[in-house]
């Protein structure tokens, strides 16, 4: 079936670091991969996308990195700041039904000052 | 400009009862959704309206859980004889078209089934 998985639970940083989080994903047939950022009490907010045809995009102070090989998606954040502390989740939309979200269970990311 | 609004953000229920929750989507947005989260897990899809196109219903954990829309307008997600295992926040999403990945989520009706 359909799955987005991520490899780390909780990431701590130091404010001003460079962020990576990493997510799995099973399903070959999606046509876009997103990346949602959820604080705490509100709901996701959208941050970028990437399709699937597609390896890199760049936003501002995030990329994303999309490798089909090993079915792997990345959201980099550059010079994280306190504000980027939140809940980060990887979605995918699959090729049939592509208003559809399917979302990953999510990594929390702890910005130290 | 106004986000998507939910209401009630918190509802403590008993088993068994039936609970309303309600969403208005931002203004001119044709396509609206519901997720379900559980705590500390991702969102599960549960149905998505766009205009006034069939349902996807796809989502819907059991036939306990329905739902409505209004044209282009208020959303209502029903669910009846609730049980423990529908306590979760609910969130309402819209969408300026379908199949627009940037999708605005309301806060969300925190649910608990007692």
């Known amino acids: 079936g359909e799955s987005v998985g991520l490899h780390l639970p909780t990431l701590s940083v130091q404010e001003g670091d460079n962020s990576i989080i990493n997510c799995a994903y099973s399903n070959s047939a999606s046509d876009y991969f997103i990346w949602y950022k959820q604080e705490s009490g509100k709901g996701p907010q959208f941050i970028i996308d990437?399709?699937?045809?597609?390896d890199k995009r760049q936003g501002q102070r995030v990329t994303v990195l999309l490798n089909k090989t090993v079915k792997h998606l990345s959201l980099q954040i550059a010079a994280t700041q306190p504000g980027d502390s939140a809940v980060y989740f990887c979605a995918e939309t699959p090729m049939d039904s592509s208003y559809k979200l399917i979302f990953g269970s999510g990594t929390r990311l702890l910005v130290r000052p | 400009g106004a986000g998507v609004s939910q209401s009630p953000s918190n509802k403590v229920t008993e088993k068994g009862k039936d609970v309303e929750l309600r969403c208005d989507p931002i203004s001119g947005h044709t396509a609206l959704y519901w997720y379900r989260q559980r705590l500390g897990q991702g969102l599960e899809f549960l149905i998505y309206f766009q205009g006034n196109s069939a349902p996807d219903k796809s989502g819907l954990p059991s036939d306990r859980f329905s739902a409505e829309r209004t044209g282009e307008s208020v959303s209502t997600l029903t669910i009846q004889r609730t049980q423990q295992e529908d306590s979760a926040v609910y969130l309402c999403a819209s969408s300026l078209v379908a199949g627009d990945n940037e999708q605005f989520f309301g806060p969300g009706t925190r649910l608990t089934v007692l």
């Open positions: 990437i399709r699937s045809n597609m």
